[in-house]
Structure formats: C-alpha cells, structure tokens
C-alpha cells in the first residue's frame, strides 16, 4: 500500500518500469492488458470523454455529434479532457461506432436522448449489396485527430475502438436504438445469407477503423458490442462470433492488446475471449472473479462498478471499489473501469475520487 501523500498525477516517476518509461506501450494500462506486473492498478473510464464534464459542453457548444467527431482539433481537446481533469490512466478517443459508417457515407446521424438514427434501414440483400465500403482516406481526419494526441499523450496511452458487427447491425436494421432487436433477429435466423454478407461488411468496415487508429498510433483498441447480451451463446458463437473475430483480426499483426466488450454478456464471456482478445471487458453483473473463471484465467479483465453506484454517497462507493479490485486479482490482468459507461448526469467528482481510490489501494 502506498503513502497517502502520492501525487494523484498520472505521469509521475515511481519506481517501477512502467512508470519510468515514457513509450505508452510500456504503460500500466498496455501491461496489465498483457498480464504483465504493473506499478499499480490502471484505470480508465467508458464514456469518461463526453457528457458528465461541464468542459465538453463547452467546448462542443452548438457543434452537431458527428460533426464534432470529425474535427481533428476538438477530437483531441475533448479526448484530453478526463485525461487531465480525474489523471486516468488513459485516453479514450473522443468518437462514435457510428463515425466509420457515416465516413464510408450511411446516412445516420446521432439524435440527442436517442441515439445513432439511420435513414434508410438494411432490410435486405440489395441493401446490404449498397452499403459502401471504409477504405482509410474517407477517415483521414480521425487519423490526423490520432496523431495529435498521442503527441499530446507522452507516457499515457491512447485507446481506439470500434463498434463490433452485431452491435452495428443492430442499429443499421432496426433503423436506431431497439429494446427487443426483433428485425435483426429475424434476419439472423431467417435469412442468414444477407445476416452474413452484412456482418462481413461491417466486420471490414470496423477492422478498417480500428486499423487507422492503430496505425496512428493508438497503443490499444476496444471493440465495443454493446447489445450481445440480448443474443444467447448458441446465436453468439453461429452467427456473431465469426464476424467479430475478422473484425479484431484485422489488427492482429500491430501488437496492440485488444479488449472485448458487451453488456449483459455473463453467458458470453468465454466466446468473447476466444473472437481474438487480450482483454475482457466484464460488466457489473458478473463479479470480475467469476468471469476470470469462466475465462479459463486466460485473459485479463476489465471492469466493472456498477455505473449507478456513482449517485450513491462516497462511503457507499468506495468499499465496491474495493471490492471490484479484491475480485480482479483473481485474474492475471486487470484493468479498473465501470461495467458500463459513465452516465450522463453523474458528479464528475467522484470519477476523480474512484481514480485516486483505485491508485492509493493499489500502488506497490
Ligand atoms: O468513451 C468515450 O468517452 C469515447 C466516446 C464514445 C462515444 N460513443 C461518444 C458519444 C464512445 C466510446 C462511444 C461508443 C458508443 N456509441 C457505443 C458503445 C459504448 C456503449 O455505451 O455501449 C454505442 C452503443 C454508441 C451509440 C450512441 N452514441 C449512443 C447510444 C449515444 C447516446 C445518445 C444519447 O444522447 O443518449 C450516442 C451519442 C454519443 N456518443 C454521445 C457521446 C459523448 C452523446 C452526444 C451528446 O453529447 O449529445
């Protein structure tokens, strides 16, 4: 346990290699992704860049989502922004699963209170046939954005990430966000032709993203399938887990860990590990000692307060944190975070209190 006075500032030397190094390849977070020891546990935050800091609305003012998505300059402030506000231990870029699909020129647009919306809905082969294809110049700005922040970033390291096949599938059939997944359900089993063809593209086009990223420069990548825990093992592993693992396979060859998530993926966790990741990202309904197990003790993980918790009184957060770390030892790699994304009205407050929490407890 370290002293109390430690600086809660991220870069500071201690006496461990990671934090000695200024390569972020050589960081806590990189590390505990490759169950390697660390100098103490990293964490950082989904959603940390974005609507619980009073510093994003002000920098995004009147900017639409996507437009601001595809401003280099305001990518990297915004990026920065938890980076320098709660001394995470990294960076996530400041983006949406659906930026590659606009770039390639889907129309969807992300609705405020609602979500990513897409105008012509994929019903069918010949819709599927239409979609267009990502190659690396339609995202050229995201690759400029990349670049200015990992200059910015020094020893911490940049997170890149991607929407996975299904989750995008989900968006793009239902038309926008669905309770149910009823149509893409219904596409799965009942024309699972078109499902494939579409899963493929969408396989590409988010393999083509997290590439551009890699190869600016991101020191890790998240594929992010939200919506898989509405899909039961059986489904995952015949018509998803084909398409996901093209999708982390396409940075296969950059050394970069990769971490898998979803939410309400208890069932799901063992297929996610074998889709090709290092990590595992684990939401808050399965105690992170539960899902080393089920993940055989082969993979590092990551998570998983429950993201609600954050509205509780500190005296009840902070022994959850305790426990969530007490449970993650369990696995040979882990990496703090929440079990889901930061909502959107919570006290940026206490983020900074869980970071310095996480650090104090951990600290060798
Ligand atoms: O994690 C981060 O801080 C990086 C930025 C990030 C955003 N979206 C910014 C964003 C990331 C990683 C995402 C991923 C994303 N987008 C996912 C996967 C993660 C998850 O939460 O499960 C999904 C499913 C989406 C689709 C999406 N985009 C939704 C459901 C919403 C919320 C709509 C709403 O207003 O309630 C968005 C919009 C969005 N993406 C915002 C941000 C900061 C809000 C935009 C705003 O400020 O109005």
Redesign the pocket.
């Known amino acids: 346990m370290s002293p109390e006075s430690r600086t809660p500032e991220p870069r500071v030397a201690s006496a461990s290699d990671a934090a000695l190094s200024h390569d972020p390849r050589d960081s806590d977070l990189v590390r505990a992704a490759r169950c390697l020891p660390t100098s103490r546990t990293p964490v950082w935050f989904?959603?940390?860049?974005?609507?619980s800091l009073p510093e994003y609305h002000e920098a995004?003012k009147d900017i639409p989502?996507l437009q601001a998505c595809r401003t280099p300059d305001l990518v990297a402030e915004i990026t920065l922004q938890p980076v320098r506000r709660h001394g995470v231990d990294g960076a996530?870029?400041?983006?949406?699963?659906?930026v590659p699909l606009a770039a390639a020129g889907v129309e969807v647009d992300?609705v405020?209170?609602?979500?990513?919306v897409v105008e012509h809905p994929v019903r069918s082969r010949a819709d599927v046939d239409r979609l267009p294809e990502l190659t690396p110049d339609l995202v050229s700005d995201i690759d400029e954005a990349v670049r200015i922040l990992v200059g910015e970033l020094g020893a911490t390291p940049l997170i890149g990430?991607a929407?996975a096949p299904f989750?995008l599938a989900s968006y793009l059939i239902e038309g926008g966000?669905s309770r149910n997944h009823e149509r893409t359900k219904a596409m799965m089993h009942g024309d699972p032709d078109t499902w494939n063809a579409l899963c493929a593209k969408l396989a590409r086009i988010a393999g083509a993203f997290l590439r551009v990223q890699s190869q600016a420069g991101a020191s890790v990548v998240q594929l992010?399938d939200?919506w898989v825990g509405a899909l039961s093992l059986r489904d995952y592993q015949r018509y998803v887990l084909p398409h996901s693992a093209a999708a982390l396979a396409a940075v296969a060859d950059l050394d970069i860990p990769r971490i898998h998530f979803g939410?309400g993926s208890g069932e799901l966790l063992a297929a996610m590990g074998e889709a090709g990741a290092e990590v595992v990202g684990v939401d808050f309904r399965t105690p992170l000692d539960v899902a080393s197990e089920r993940l055989g003790g082969r993979y590092a993980v990551q998570g998983n307060l429950d993201p609600a918790l954050c509205f509780a009184p500190w005296e009840a957060i902070e022994p959850e944190v305790d426990r969530v770390l007490t449970e993650g030892k369990a696995a040979p790699g882990h990496i703090f975070n929440l079990g889901?994304?930061v909502l959107p009205t919570t006290d940026p407050g206490v983020l900074t209190r869980i970071v310095e929490r996480v650090h104090q407890r951990t600290t060798h």
């Open positions: 989904m959603r940390q860049a974005g609507r995004r989502m996530v870029l400041f983006s949406d699963i659906v992300i405020p209170g609602v979500g990513p990430f929407g989750t966000p992010f939200s939410v889901h994304g």
